[in-house]
């Protein structure tokens, strides 16, 4: 097949085209409180 040694090492996959590890990893709620991080997630969406 065509794919460069990159595609075969890193294989791309929807997570990481959408750098959700990247996203999640930006997420520092202050409590432990669900709605907390629910709506960091929804304003991060929005910003999207």
Known sequence: MGGSADETEHPHTYASYLRLERLLSSQEPQSDSRDELL??????????
Do not use: A, M
Request: glycine content about 0%; hydrophobic content about 50%.
């Open 39 to 48: 709506f960091i997630t929804i304003h991060q969406v929005k910003e999207l």
